[in-house]
């Protein structure tokens, strides 16, 4: 009778434990538009709280300090943004020549593969196979108006969530601390003192990891603009920044813009060498990046297990697309630094990084048993 009812037990667990987990996904995809923009404004409030510190020790207020901060960057963005604007819009308006030059580049290749697929084939086969290549292309006309059109859908909404997480970014910047006070008064003094610990370490742990990864980025830009130029490549600025901004997404963004750089290479050079010579000198930029410099700038204790990051990005981007890629990481941070301070998450943490080492530990544990005796440690 024991066993039995222990196996009802643990069979009820499990299924408590399913259905909380399809209601947590379904939450999370039905509550996109409002927890997104909440995310993205808490990621960003992070990375930028350091300097807002800086300046509040300087006896500068903290409203003026998190104003000032806040629209540096937004004047950092906007120039950014004039620089490379044209260029993007120019390209895009000839996207669909541009598909046609392509098209034609790689023809003969196209030939080739054709006239080794068809042997053994037959007429019906044959002919088949050139009708469906026949058929009329899309004009340029129009799909320069299906772009305009969705544009004009998009970029209101665009520009209302773009105010939304910088009005949130400021409200954090400027009231975060305030809010932390008013927790301290409000929960017993044990709990308040260990959510300000969980937070000033997941702030250190975010802000440290995303400023090194961006600092890692411009470099990756900067080199991507300057293989453009050697090359030959119009507009290098455009392509440096968009390699920039796409390294931010593990894995994906590199991929993606080997294949912007492949594209555009065929389409404004003449020969194929230095099509492939700018390929190829990315491919190197990325395996310099990856191998040598993310291990000696981010060192070990900031690293993410890579099977755990690209489980993330797949299953974000299923939830919430774009946005879902560009948060996996900074949430499996998050995630990486709970489990390194509370004991019931410890499991999770060889799962997304390698364990710090011990006497990181053993300081974190001692900081967390001070403040709320042993309900939050690490295992010693």
Known sequence: ??????????????????????????GLYLTKPVIVPLLLAVVIALCLAPAVDGLVRLRVPRAFAAALVLGCVLVAFITLLNATWMPARAWLDGAPQTMATIEAKVRPVQLLIGKLDRIGQS??????AYQNHSQAPVSAEVTQVALSTEAMTIVPTAIATAAVIVAIIYLLLAFGPEWISRLQLSHSAAMARSGVVLTRAIRVELSRYLASIALINVGVGLAVALMSRLCGLPNAMLWGTLAALLNFVPYVGPFCTLTLLMAVGLVNLDTLPPVFLLGGGFLLVTFFEGQIIQPLVLGRRL?????AVLLGMWLLWALWGVAGVVLAVPLLLTVKVLAAHIESLHSLHPLIGALPPRGHRTAAAGQMRAVNGSKLSLVP
């Open 1 to 26: 009778m024991m066993k039995a009812a222990r196996n009802v037990r643990r069979i009820s667990s499990g299924a408590l434990m399913i259905i909380a987990t399809t209601c947590l996904i379904a």
């Open 123 to 128: 007429a019906r086969h044959l002919a088949g």
């Open 303 to 307: 690293q993410l297990n890579p099977m």
